[in-house]
């Protein structure tokens, strides 16, 4: 966790078996990862490869591909040897796109357990090629995909009818000595699958992929998973996570990493400490603190930056981060380490927080 000079709260990480995705590890004492999923047609290689560039730039650390087809399996070779991230090959009801995903040279595989029954006999066959591969298998339970019995046993996607249902397909690999194997216990509302997650946690030792599924669109999206895997990693519980939005697939690893940011399980690179505004406010707040987080997007070091629209609360806040401003009359009082260190007209705010942000990168890297 990041040290942050305050007394940790935060349970204990459950303990866990550790797989490797390629070459990012997953479960035991490794850094919580963040994943998401393709949504080009995976047959179409360069639009793929062109969507799994642009998640890698925003952070993405494992990425998913669908294999819904014969075609989408034969582009499995290409994408998985020019992935600058471990691909995961996401195969429902047909096992040969298991063995063609391994063949391929896919980090990993996600196996639907609705559907995985239809392939019992197979399942012996694909944990010896998996383990001959080195390949880890998720076992991804969702809602909606739930085995019909153990739906019509307990009634609906209950937290305990998804963790049997984990547990359940788990058993068959093990049963043919293949421990590989990571879980997830989806569903859409995240006080169900918190309560799956806590129940699996302490069933099992697998390393658990967190995510809410179906989660919605942005917004509803961020707040379902941030809330859900906010209990859970506090919990110690979760060894990856993926956010499902209903929004491009970078948008997920964006709010994956400053979900992992804000409990403090990674380094925050960039934190604007804006304020709300209020009938106070002697500037456009809002479009100022659009413009200082554009224009020090990407900032290569930890950087805290306040934004306040006014003098009365503003320079007290201001003096917490490492720059800030402080608008007032047409001015901005600009703090550096607690310091103001000039004010300057409202149109040089942004250039001059750049500047002495940039300054800070130089005194930083030059220690
Ligand atoms: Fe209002 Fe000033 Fe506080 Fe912003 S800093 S919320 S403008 S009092």
């Known amino acids: 966790a990041v040290e942050l000079g305050l007394p940790s709260v935060r349970r204990p990480r459950r303990t866990s078996r550790q797989v490797m995705v390629g070459d990012v590890p997953v479960g035991g004492d490794a850094p919580v990862s963040v994943q998401s999923m393709t949504t080009t047609v995976t047959a179409d290689v360069n639009a793929t490869l062109q969507q799994i560039a642009e998640l890698t730039a925003a952070g993405c650390q494992i990425v998913r591909v669908a294999v819904p087809s014969q075609d989408d399996a034969d582009a499995l070779p290409g994408i998985a040897r020019r992935s600058q991230i471990p691909v995961v090959a996401d195969i429902h009801f047909q096992p040969k796109y298991v063995f063609a995903a391994i063949d391929a040279g896919c980090a990993a595989v996600r196996v639907n357990p609705g559907n995985i029954k239809k392939f019992d006999d197979k399942v012996g066959e694909i944990a010896r090629a998996a383990a001959a591969g080195g390949v880890p298998i998720r076992i991804g339970v969702n809602a909606g995909s739930l085995d019909p019995r153990l739906l019509a046993r307990h009634g609906r996607a209950t937290p305990e009818a998804l963790v049997e249902s984990a547990l359940q397909e788990c058993s068959l690999f093990e049963e043919h000595g293949f421990r590989d194997l990571k879980i997830s216990v989806k569903h859409h509302d995240p006080r169900v699958m918190v309560a799956a997650y ?44 993926r956010v499902s939005l209903s929004a491009p697939p970078v948008e997920e690893v964006k709010v994956g990493i400053q979900i992992l940011e804000s409990l403090g399980l990674r380094e925050r690179r960039l934190e604007i400490v804006s304020c709300p505004s209020c009938g106070r406010a002697q500037v456009d707040v809002y479009t100022l603190t659009d413009q200082v987080t554009a224009a020090l997007d990407g900032f290569p070091h930890p950087l805290r930056v306040a934004v306040m629209g006014c003098v009365v609360n503003g320079p007290g806040e201001a003096r917490e981060a490492d720059l800030g401003v402080a608008s007032g009359n047409g001015k901005g009082q600009i703090f550096v380490k607690g310091e103001v260190v000039k004010t300057v007209p409202e149109s040089q705010i942004v250039e001059t927080l750049v500047e002495e942000a940039m300054r800070l990168a130089e005194e930083r890297e030059s220690r």
């Open 198 to 241: 806590r129940l699996l946690a302490a069933r099992c030792d697998y390393p658990l992929h967190l995510g809410v599924t179906e989660a919605g669109p942005l917004m509803q999206g961020t707040v379902k998973s941030a809330v859900a895997f906010g209990v859970l990693l506090d919990e110690g519980i979760g060894d990856t996570i």
